[in-house]
């Protein structure tokens, strides 16, 4: 506790925070009640980590308290230690319990431990103090890269320097074809799992790389995608413009409608339906969840695309029919030609963004991507790096049913 009250002596004249977050879990006990189970010996050589924003940062041993800005990387940690994804963590966000309740309740089950991890506020809202985290005595704060242009805005990250806090940045939303293999790199330096990171990016590689590849010589006669984000959890019609599910459309040899249609130096945005309506995109992908207990947005003339870990196929199919009910779309050519695809949208932000990729070429271009079976590529996957079987509905796509 000695180190606690040094470093709030530190915040002493800073100057008070944007709010006060409810961090749940916590009590005077907590230290004891977030030390993780099960510790097993960890290397002792000291590492040095640059990180997504070109911020190095030097510790003398592998972190032992990490707190976690998003609960989504929970996604990476299931891969790199199968038996205990969790050792040392001792809080994190509210995001995947939110946004991807069916991962983590298929999380849960294996690991029933994480319902009991504090979770913190939301930078974005104001709601996280540099007091709260100093709370948790953390070796390393984990930030998302868009939790990191909040922090810099606020001048929290300047109260973590002040506070002799270390903090590292990720990002698999904003350049996922960029920042994957770093990210996943980085946190396997955090944890100490840096051979179970090699593995995965030497698989990662061999998948994109199997892509590129493949489409190299598509030339200028490519196909053009309209990525529909989130349907009827948004209004319509919100995509992406040179970041996230974009970036990976581009990569699988595809033309981004967003890239063409978007205004400005933006990342994602609205087009309207008449927009979609006159370019005829060759391919519609909508992305879709596990969202039932979620309210549709004000306008929506949808709903959502039902998929994730517990949705069977049939459901999903219907529920992406469905999307046709937007006024107009019924003459989507798409649609016809039953080239609209339903994909699971926490891909966006995880490291499985590689079965994404793989998902765009083989929509995109099926002859050269014709022996691609995406549901056996991810139960494969998750046979050999992930700590609960696959289960559920990631991909459909319109039949003539």
Request: proline share 4%; charged share 30%.
């Amino acid at each position: 506790m000695a180190i606690i009250r040094k470093r709030l002596m530190a915040l002493a004249g800073i100057g008070a925070m944007v709010a006060t977050v409810g961090l749940g879990g916590c009590s005077s006990d907590q230290e004891n009640a977030t030390e993780p189970a099960g510790e097993t010996s960890q290397p002792q050589s000291a590492i040095t980590i640059t990180d997504i924003v070109d911020h190095t940062v030097e510790f003398d041993k592998v972190p032992e308290r990490i707190i976690l800005g998003e609960s989504r990387a929970a996604y990476t940690l299931a891969f790199l230690n199968k038996d205990d994804p969790l050792k040392g963590v001792v809080a994190w966000g509210k995001d995947l319990q939110k946004n991807a309740p069916d991962f983590y309740d298929k999380f849960l089950e294996k690991f029933p431990e994480a319902k009991d991890i504090p979770t913190i506020g939301s930078l974005k809202k104001g709601d996280v103090t540099v007091e709260n985290l100093l709370e948790f005595d953390p070796d390393v704060v984990v930030l998302t890269q868009d939790m990191y242009d909040v922090a810099q805005s606020k001048g929290i990250i300047d109260k973590l320097d002040s506070s002799d806090i270390k903090w590292v940045v990720t990002d698999y939303r904003r350049q996922p074809v960029e920042n994957t293999e770093a990210t996943v790199e980085i946190l396997g330096k955090l944890t100490g799992n840096e051979d179970s990171a090699k593995k995965f990016i030497d698989y990662y590689k061999e998948k994109t790389e199997d892509v590129k590849a493949k489409v190299a010589d598509a030339g200028a006669d490519k196909p053009k995608t309209f990525l529909w984000r989130a349907a009827g959890l948004i209004a319509c019609c919100a995509t992406f413009k040179d970041s996230n599910f974009g970036t990976m459309i581009d990569m699988a040899g595809g033309i981004n409608l967003g890239d063409e249609l978007l205004p400005g130096d933006v990342e994602d945005g609205d087009l309207t339906p008449e927009q979609i309506l006159s370019s005829q995109p060759d391919h519609v992908v909508v992305t879709g969840g596990a969202w039932g207990d979620k309210e549709l947005a004000e306008g929506a003339q949808t709903s959502f695309v039902e998929l994730g870990y517990a949705t069977d196929h049939d459901r999903a199919e219907q529920s992406l029919r469905d999307e046709l009910k937007q006024p107009g779309f019924s003459e989507l050519e798409a649609g016809k030609k039953n080239q609209m695809y339903g994909i699971y949208h926490q891909f966006y932000d995880s490291p499985y963004n590689f079965i994404a990729i793989r998902a765009f070429a083989k929509w995109q271009y099926p002859d050269k991507f014709a022996d691609v079976d995406l549901e056996k590529e991810f139960t494969d996957f998750h046979n050999e790096f992930m700590p609960f079987d696959y289960s559920g509905t990631f991909f459909v796509q319109l039949s003539d049913k």
